[in-house]
């Protein structure tokens, strides 16, 4: 083997060494590889890249796309080693897209392109022959890329092409008329009035969206009638003929021109989908100038039986708010970790976000989304590894409580209070309450029993203080119906029997601990709430149930004086259910030193150790376990508020993890220089920084670059779920039972325009989205 053939394998085998990713050991481990599901989504092009436009027919917005918005990898993007260059171990240059600035590369097809020839160059080889390398073929011979790229630029179809690209982009953006438009200038005047035609009908339809009110009737197509119409032909235009009565040139061509009469479904499905496409196009330039977001995902069915997935995202906008947007619903036909994940990937790219800035992603517990191995958090991290999992801290929560109040006496006084509301959900029973309550000198501030939440443990606190409330009247009205004549007679007498001591007391339990609860559950559901101010939170919930804890005695003294007032209601006392040495199926807690104690001390002792006691530890266990994996997430980032000088040992390894993990994103070599400066400035001026966004809006991004970039990631990490079940609500109040049929187009217009009222969408913003498809009626200034 000759010198030079072993230098060439030497070089070309640490080329391949280098291109190995690295894995950094505080990145999520997937220890089982899922080749299937990573191939699904390699395949997926970036948005806008340049192959997607070669060797097509393009219409104007693509063209636009393909000439101003075509993706640009970033400077620290990894090309590709061809096949036909690994011998030499050859690759894309980044600086070549900065000296031609016509060069645009494709990470699907693997090449070079030229954008203004892709776009408008058809012929112009030597001798007409067709053209191939960088219009319809993709480029990759790197060993002659800058004799063939400076070749190109002298080439004169390339030339044409540059001229007519920017003749197209000052017709497409306005800054001069067509050809047609300055040749007839009665076109234009004829254009300005179609526009003036569909005004009304666009603003109705908005007004109809922002309020959530259904448009279409039971008889709404066929020509539109000036007069009242006998029928209902829906609120759209009932409130278009509404409006006509005060515009005198609405009612002109409502009155007069034929086609103008004709105003049914697909105008309007072509006018919510214009408007959901302008807000969604606002809301992806604010999340891609943050160039960091979290994805927030969750799964419903509608009224039609489909399954829709809603997308929002988290982000951090230009003036250092926290924003949660919803995007889009995208219907699924399968639940598993690659369909929904493909799902996932697709939407946000069909949106035009740019994924290469996911830095999180927020899910429930269900083991479809946060499988190690198979779920949606891990096939999403194999193509984005700085792509965090965060579990809903909403659903911990709520997992934590209903796990703690599966002790048998808790779990009885729930079930006693949903059948307490079953019994009194009906008019009869109910008017008996109310008939006590005004029969009573005090008013209570409420007048009827609410159900225990179903989803949210912690909002049954409300049902819980309703009943205790109403307890008195509630025991009146058993008692009243408990003399009737029908089988209402035998629930009641049960009903009363139920309350009995271990039913006081646990309900009194209830209501103290959920409390304590309920102020981390309004939190945890706030969008202005980042992922270390949820942790902190809860660590303060425990603390305050630790010292609970400590202090039982007098803590459930109170909670026995309260049970015995709520038995002197109902004539009996507190008393202690039979007792053997020797039981199985009840707790038996006695012991000598009781023998010698009152009848009340023993009481309070029993109900102290059987119920009071064990709820507390089950809670403070549960919260501990639930959030102790959030706290794990962001260590490392811990060090960014410390005022201390000096880093220890510990600040110092969790900070260097942090910089590997997100490498390169971060800067490793000066991002511990400024970790210091900034912690010199926090020492200094005794800035108080109680949570990421204080930091961030303190963090200058020209002085601090990396560590500005770590707080933008901190801050965006998910806390919650809460978004997209907001997002569920508003499914419910527009797709009805009435308008089950609704498309999806016509379903995400119609959510964008409900959910997103602060986001302004003007007639003539749609119409030119509009305009952006051929029709016979024109309206393309």
Not at 604 to 620: M, N, S
Not at 645 to 666: D, G, K, R
């Amino acid at each position: 083997m000759s010198a030079k053939r072993k230098i060439n394998d030497y070089f070309s085998k640490q080329s391949k060494q280098i291109d190995e990713p690295q894995l950094s050991p505080n990145k999520i481990q997937i220890t089982e590889k899922i080749p299937e599901y990573h191939d699904q989504i390699e395949s997926m092009p970036h948005v806008n890249d340049i192959g997607i436009f070669v060797n097509r027919d393009l219409t104007d917005d693509e063209k636009y796309s393909a000439l101003t918005k075509v993706w640009v990898p970033l400077a620290t993007y990894k090309f590709p080693l061809c096949s036909i260059n690994e011998k030499r171990g050859l690759k894309f240059q980044f600086k070549w897209l900065l000296e031609f600035n016509w060069l645009a590369y494709s990470e699907k097809n693997q090449g070079a392109y030229c954008k203004h020839c892709v776009v408008f160059a058809k012929t112009g080889g030597v001798g007409s022959q067709p053209l191939r390398k960088l219009v319809y073929e993709a480029f990759n011979a790197w060993k002659k890329a800058l004799e063939v790229f400076r070749k190109h630029s002298t080439c004169v179809y390339h030339v044409t092409s540059v001229v007519k690209s920017d003749q197209f982009l000052n017709i497409f953006t306005k800054k001069q008329p067509s050809i047609i438009a300055a040749i007839c200038e009665d076109r234009k005047v004829q254009i300005q009035e179609n526009r003036k035609k569909l005004v009304p009908i666009i603003e109705c339809i908005i007004l109809c969206g922002r309020q959530e009110i259904a448009l279409r009737g039971h008889n709404d197509s066929g020509k539109m009638c000036v007069n009242e119409e006998l029928s209902n032909d829906g609120n759209f235009r009932a409130i278009l003929r509404y409006r006509a009565k005060g515009d005198q040139f609405l009612k002109l061509y409502l009155e007069n021109n034929q086609r103008y009469k004709y105003i049914g479904a697909k105008i309007q499905n072509e006018i919510i989908a214009a408007c959901g496409d302008i807000i969604q196009k606002k809301i992806v330039e604010k999340i891609n100038a943050a160039e960091c977001f979290s994805i927030l995902a969750d799964e419903t069915t509608d009224v039609s039986n489909k399954e829709q997935l809603t997308l929002c995202v988290r982000y951090i906008d230009d003036q250092n708010n926290l924003c949660e947007d919803f995007l889009k619903y995208v219907n699924i036909d399968s639940l598993t970790g690659a369909s929904l994940s493909s799902a996932i990937l697709n939407g946000l790219t069909s949106c035009g976000v740019q994924c290469d800035f996911l830095f999180g992603q927020g899910y429930d517990g269900a083991s479809n989304m946060s499988g190690k191995c198979r779920g949606v958090q891990a096939i999403i991290c194999e193509k984005y590894p700085h792509a965090l999992y965060v579990h809903c801290a909403a659903h911990s929560l709520n997992l934590a409580v209903s796990t703690a109040s599966n002790i048998k006496p808790i779990r009885n006084c729930l079930g006693i209070l949903e059948k307490m509301y079953t019994f009194f959900n009906t008019p009869k029973r109910s008017s008996v309450i109310l008939s006590e309550i005004d029969g009573c000198d005090f008013e209570p501030k409420v007048k009827s029993l609410k159900r225990l939440c179903a989803t949210r443990w912690v909002q049954r606190y409300d049902a819980v203080n309703d009943f205790v409330e109403l307890f008195p009247f509630v025991v009146a009205a058993l008692e009243i119906i408990s003399e009737w004549n029908d089988s209402s007679a035998t629930d009641a007498s049960i009903l009363l029997k139920a309350f009995d001591s271990e039913f006081l007391i646990s309900l009194q339990v209830i209501k103290n601990l959920f409390s304590y609860g309920l102020l981390l559950c309004k939190q945890l559901q706030s969008e202005q709430i980042d992922l270390m101010e949820a942790v902190c939170l809860a660590e303060n919930t425990v603390l305050a149930l630790k010292d609970i804890r400590s202090n039982t005695d007098e803590e459930f003294k109170q909670i026995f004086v309260k049970s015995e007032e709520m038995a002197a209601i109902i004539n009996i006392n507190l008393s202690v259910k039979r007792i053997a040495k020797r039981q199985t199926n009840r707790a038996n807690p006695f012991t000598d030193s009781m023998n010698n104690a009152t009848c009340e001390m023993v009481i309070e002792v029993y109900y102290r150790t059987t119920i009071f006691v064990p709820y507390v530890d089950h809670f403070i266990g549960q919260l501990e376990a639930r959030f102790l994996a959030h706290k794990n997430i962001f260590k490392g980032f811990e060090a960014i508020f410390s005022k201390n000088q000096c880093l220890n040992a510990c600040e110092l390894e969790s900070f260097q993890n942090l910089l590997e993990f997100y490498s390169p994103t971060i800067n490793k070599d000066n991002s511990l220089a400024e970790l210091k400066i900034w912690r010199i400035k926090l020492l200094q001026n005794q800035i108080v920084i109680k949570t990421a966004l204080d930091a961030l809006r303190v963090c200058c991004p020209n002085l601090y670059p990396n560590i500005n970039k770590l707080l933008k990631i901190l801050s965006t990490l998910p806390v919650s779920t809460s978004t997209p079940e907001r997002s569920f609500s508003t499914l419910k109040r527009v797709k009805t039972y009435l308008r089950n049929s609704m498309a999806e187009d016509r379903l995400n217009g119609l959510t964008m325009l409900a959910i997103h009222k602060d986001v302004i969408v003007t007639p003539d913003e749609v119409l030119d989205e509009m305009a952006k498809k051929p029709r016979k009626l024109e309206i393309l200034l």
